[in-house]
Structure formats: structure tokens, C-alpha cells
Nanobody, 130 residues
Framework: QLQLVESGGGSVQPGGSLRLSCVVS?????????????IGWFRQAPGKEREGISC????????KYKDSVKGRFTVSRDNAKNTAYLQMTGLQTEDTAVYFC??????????????????WGPGTQVTVSS
């Protein structure tokens, strides 16, 4: 059973930046290391459904973004540190949400179907306001 913990959320003004981290632990011989897991980033705004915004394959050679964050957000990972990152720049008020990371053993990644992911973190709040 993997455990994921997000950090780096907070309050920023429009145009500001934040970097979210997702630390993954709980690897066992049955559920192999960070480099076997794709990571997805999702968010849920108040009163809205959770949506996928980015993902990165286990090796980092495949990344995907929702159109609304493309060009502003960058996903990356450091498998040696069991950590994935979401660098967010040019934040807008509509980016206000709870942000979640999720993991699944896979060679690729998707953002369209959240139930594809097996393990989830508790989320971190990002608030963008003036």
C-alpha cells in the first residue's frame, strides 16, 4: 500500500507561483519502487468535480497537461527522492482548489480518468486571490 503526501500549497496573489511536491512511500517487493509508478495531478475547486490537470510517466518521458494549465504548469519527478513536482506559474483565481497527487503502476499516464489511479494523497490547498 503506497502512501502519498502533497505539500507546497498556500495562498498567493494572481500571477504568483507555487511548487507542489508529492512524496511517495510504502514501496514493498510486491509494489515496486517509484520508477514503476506513473503520477497524476488532480484538483478540485469548491463546488466542482475533481479534474485531472497533469501527469508524468514513470520515466518522465511522457507528460500531459489539461489545456487550461498548459504553458503555466510543469510536471517533473525525481525517482531517487520518490518525489514528483508540479511547478505552477502565472496562477489565476480559477486555479484555486485542493490539489491531489495520485499513483498507479503503469508505463504511461492519463488525466481523463481518475479511477485509473490506485493511490491518492490527502491533498493540499492552493488559494489564489488578491
Amino acid at each position: 500500500q503506497l502512501q502519498l503526501v502533497e505539500s507546497g500549497g498556500g495562498s498567493v496573489q494572481p500571477g504568483g507561483s507555487l511548487r507542489l511536491s508529492c512524496v511517495v512511500s510504502g514501496f514493498t517487493p510486491d509494489y515496486r519502487g517509484m520508477d514503476y509508478n506513473a503520477i497524476g495531478w488532480f484538483r478540485q475547486a469548491p463546488g466542482k468535480e475533481r479534474e485531472g490537470i497533469s501527469c508524468i510517466s514513470r520515466t518522465g518521458d511522457l507528460v500531459k497537461y489539461k489545456d487550461s494549465v498548459k504553458g503555466r504548469f510543469t510536471v517533473s519527478r525525481d525517482n531517487a527522492k520518490n518525489t514528483a513536482y508540479l511547478q505552477m506559474t502565472g496562477l489565476q483565481t480559477e486555479d484555486t482548489a485542493v490539489y491531489f497527487c495520485a499513483a498507479v503502476q503503469s508505463t504511461h499516464c492519463i488525466i481523463e480518468v481518475e479511477r485509473w489511479y490506485d493511490y491518492w494523497g490527502p491533498g493540499t490547498q492552493v488559494t489564489v486571490s488578491s
